[in-house]
């Protein structure tokens, strides 16, 4: 069942916790792919983190299709109010700073010598 627009900011932002799968390796403008769980009750996967020239982007799950010769993208999965998306967006981001860090720390770290 639909929600009207002028009732859906009586609906709290939900709880979303996010991770992520993988970094991308190389020079490309997607540096990762991320999962999301929404409310403990609905997973998103293929969120991807795309570090552009305005900046890093977070972009939902898209399926494309052809139309008239070019192709087009639709989101699989969306938020539909300004609060939820940046919930979404900030819960993407700081697992990808944690990631990174994480990433960071083991790189620094000297290798372990042999010791007898």
């Known amino acids: 069942m639909a929600t009207p627009k002028n009732m859906q900011q009586d609906i709290p932002t939900p709880q979303v916790e996010a991770r992520i799968d993988r970094l991308v390796d190389g020079d490309f403008k997607t540096k990762a792919y991320a999962s ?68 960071q720390e083991q790189n620094s770290r000297p290798a372990m010598s042999q010791q007898m």
């Open 36 to 103: 999301a769980t929404i409310a403990g009750a609905f997973a998103v996967h293929g969120i991807r983190i795309i570090e552009s020239d305005k900046g890093r982007f977070v972009s939902m799950p898209q399926e494309s299709y052809q139309k008239h010769g070019q192709t087009k993208y639709n989101d699989t999965f969306h938020a539909i109010t300004a609060e939820a998306r940046s919930a979404l967006v900030e819960a993407v981001n700081t697992a990808y700073e944690q990631k990174l860090r994480e990433q």
